[in-house]
């Protein structure tokens, strides 16, 4: 009977001793639940970031699946293919004139000009050929509204078209300073075409490949004439793209890495609870526990840390999900607006509770093997138990402090702690250096995180007039302009040991090429020698090395002798000149003349329309203006988002290493 009673009531030792040791007991709870809340929080931003990612990606590519090109208006069954979410026609027409300004003209479906994010801000879209929707710069330039008449021309020929809706702004055509018109399928057809894009958009991506084999043999079409978005399929993790595939991959290595280190965090807490208990255990080795009891009384340790760790980490974790989301919104209203903060993510919390639950049957196999070869000897001297006690000659010592000394010989006591701890160390420091290099990476290809990207740009297309000095002084006095920066751009020659080459010299400010330092791979920026005229700067498809002398020869006649000091990765201007440089102004002066700015390019510090309006003021008409901003927000959400990610990740470690 009192066997039977010690089987059954051994085990509420375990709660008695942490009743007694709350303060021990608190900190390894705490311990455990913190690995548990930062990896339900990785987990479940990673599971709401995707979301995010996928539908900012629907607003800049378009929210469709395959597109079939130069279908013909004929075929109108394609959406009762099995399979088919939603289907429609988007025709681009060739350039037409809106009051002598370029304008770009749209033709399709309602539902299909939708899913690319064109927002109907007024009216409605046209759905006959008469029809057409303007955009608000349209609206804006002209003073139209809805119900006016709008003259296009379009191949020679005139239609006069009555507007019925005002949809925002592309911000593909904003950054080529061209109007945007959207017409009816049946406007494209008055205006001539015959055929178009038709976009697809299928019930379930898994059916993509069964979709687009029932295409090919039912209207007999040739494969190549059907191309898939690779864009939001690799988003989605569908696409077949190599470097959606190679960027997944490293995802899926990180994640790894984080779920290794949460478990090694929680390992090493349960293991250095048993060990601090070493003396209860021999204590109970003292009056009959055998191996199995006490395997028992480790596994009910877990089992209790884990069910009071569960609770308090996922919790934690979905608080800091919400307070995530919440900065989210504030940091970016525009593409966050719609998003639900107070939201759970199940995968997040699965995750959670799979690896606490993991990390606890772990931690438990290695205590279990120390706790059942613990001596009784150990219940009356915890430090009386040692394996190898190894007789050594007296040796000479050395001075070294007492503290540090017994610091030493108790890390060096439980070796398997301390091993864990080294593991833990060096795998948060390996995470800190690999989330750097996301961040680099996020960086470099992101639009408006570089300061040489403008907010606009004014030159004259055809290349024919340039801008003055006053024009450039006066966008400088606005308040709200950051900055405004010109470059002269003009046609000469250079020689080299004889051979003469055609060449594009570009004029460059100081705080131009400091720009452009991380682009040079060869060569070293010199900006004094630079500005001087001793050096410039070439690009490397132009077989010229660090070191060259070579001769620039004017359009006057003038020429210059000077060294290539660097060579450029990327040279930021097109050209089919065999050499492309770029030089201080003083220099271009000496080679070229006196000549005025070919471009400006304008940064704002504030991004409202006052700025804008009294700028285009300033500006001749002969000279076009080419706004970025759109598309830079556009590419700031995407970037806030990854970033805010990972500066969670770097904290989560950071505060492991600590």
């Not at 995530?324 to 699965?350: H, P, T, W, Y």
């Not at 285009?616 to 970033?643: A, C, L, M, V």
Request: with cysteine; aromatic share 10%; glycine share 8%.
């Amino acid at each position: 009977m009192k066997e039977d009673k010690w089987k059954n009531n051994y085990l509420e030792i375990i709660y008695k001793y942490y009743r007694m040791h709350k303060k021990k007991t608190t900190i390894t709870v705490a311990c455990i639940a913190a690995a548990i809340c930062m990896i339900t929080t990785v987990f479940s931003l990673a599971d709401i970031g995707i979301d995010v990612e996928i539908q900012a990606v629907k607003n800049i590519y378009g929210n469709y699946h395959m597109k079939v090109e130069n279908l013909s208006f004929e075929i109108t069954d394609i959406e009762k293919i099995e399979g088919i979410s939603h289907a429609g026609w988007l025709v681009e027409l060739p350039t037409g004139e809106l009051k002598e300004k370029e304008c770009r003209i749209l033709c399709g479906d309602a539902d299909i000009i939708q899913q690319f994010d064109v927002r109907l801000l007024e009216g409605q879209y046209a759905k006959t050929g008469e029809e057409v929707v303007i955009d608000k710069k349209v609206k804006k330039d002209y003073a139209l509204k809805v119900g006016d008449v709008l003259p296009v021309r379009l191949e020679g020929k005139t239609y006069n078209l009555d507007i019925v809706g005002v949809c925002d702004t592309f911000s593909s055509l904003t950054a080529r300073d061209v109007y945007g018109l959207l017409l009816s399928v049946e406007g494209g057809r008055i205006l001539g075409n015959s055929c178009g894009d038709y976009y697809i958009t299928c019930q379930n991506v898994e059916e993509i490949d069964e979709v687009k084999c029932k295409l090919i043999e039912e209207y007999h079409l040739e494969e190549n004439r059907i191309q898939l978005n690779e864009i939001l399929l690799a988003v989605m993790g569908k696409g077949k793209s190599v470097l959606a595939a190679n960027l997944y991959l490293i995802a899926g290595i990180l994640f790894c890495l984080v779920f290794l280190v949460s478990i090694l965090m929680i390992t090493n807490c349960l293991n250095i609870s048993v060990h601090e208990k070493k003396q209860l255990y021999g204590l109970l080795r003292c009056i009959g526990a055998d191996s199995k009891q006490l395997r028992r009384c480790v596994q009910k340790e877990g089992k209790i840390l884990w069910c009071h760790s569960i609770p308090a980490g996922i919790g934690s974790g979905v608080v800091l999900t919400w307070c995530c989301l919440l900065l989210l919104r504030l940091l970016n209203k525009d593409m966050f607006e719609n998003i639900f903060v107070f939201q759970v993510s199940i995968a997040g919390i699965v995750i959670g509770i799979f690896t606490g639950l993991a990390a606890v049957m772990i931690a438990t196999v290695s205590p279990v093997r120390y706790v059942c070869s613990i001596p009784p000897l150990t219940a009356i001297n915890e430090e009386t138990y040692q394996k190898d006690i190894k007789c050594r000659k007296k040796r000479r010592t050395i001075k070294i402090p007492v503290e540090l000394l017994i610091s030493l010989r108790q890390t060096g006591s439980n070796r398997k702690s301390l091993g864990l701890m080294i593991a833990s160390f060096a795998m948060n420091i390996v995470l800190i250096f690999a989330f750097s290099v996301m961040i680099n990476f996020i960086y470099e290809g992101s639009y408006f995180t570089k300061p040489y990207n403008p907010d606009a740009s004014i030159y004259n297309k055809e290349g024919k007039y340039y801008i003055h000095d006053e024009v450039k002084w006066k966008i400088e006095e606005i308040s709200g302009v950051e900055s405004v920066v010109g470059r002269k751009v003009n046609n000469a020659e250079l020689e080299k040991n004889g051979n003469v080459f055609s060449t594009l010299l570009v004029s460059y400010d100081k705080q131009q090429f400091e720009w452009i330092e991380s682009k040079i791979i060869s060569g070293k920026l010199n900006i004094g020698r630079l500005l001087e005229g001793e050096e410039i700067l070439v690009d490397e498809e132009s077989g010229l090395e660090v070191g060259d002398e070579v001769l620039i020869k004017g359009n006057g006649g003038n020429t210059i002798a000077c060294v290539v000091g660097g060579v450029l990765r990327n040279f930021p201007y097109d050209s089919a000149d065999s050499v492309r440089c770029l030089l201080a102004e003083a220099l271009f002066q000496q080679v070229v003349g006196n000549m005025d700015y070919s471009i400006l390019d304008i940064r704002f510090s504030k991004g409202n329309e006052e700025v804008w309006e009294l700028m285009t003021k300033i500006i001749p008409e002969k000279f076009s203006i080419f706004d970025y901003r759109q598309k830079k927000r556009k590419q700031k959400p995407i970037f806030n988002n990854g970033s805010l990610c990972i500066w969670i990740l770097w904290n989560y470690h950071s505060g492991n290493y600590l």
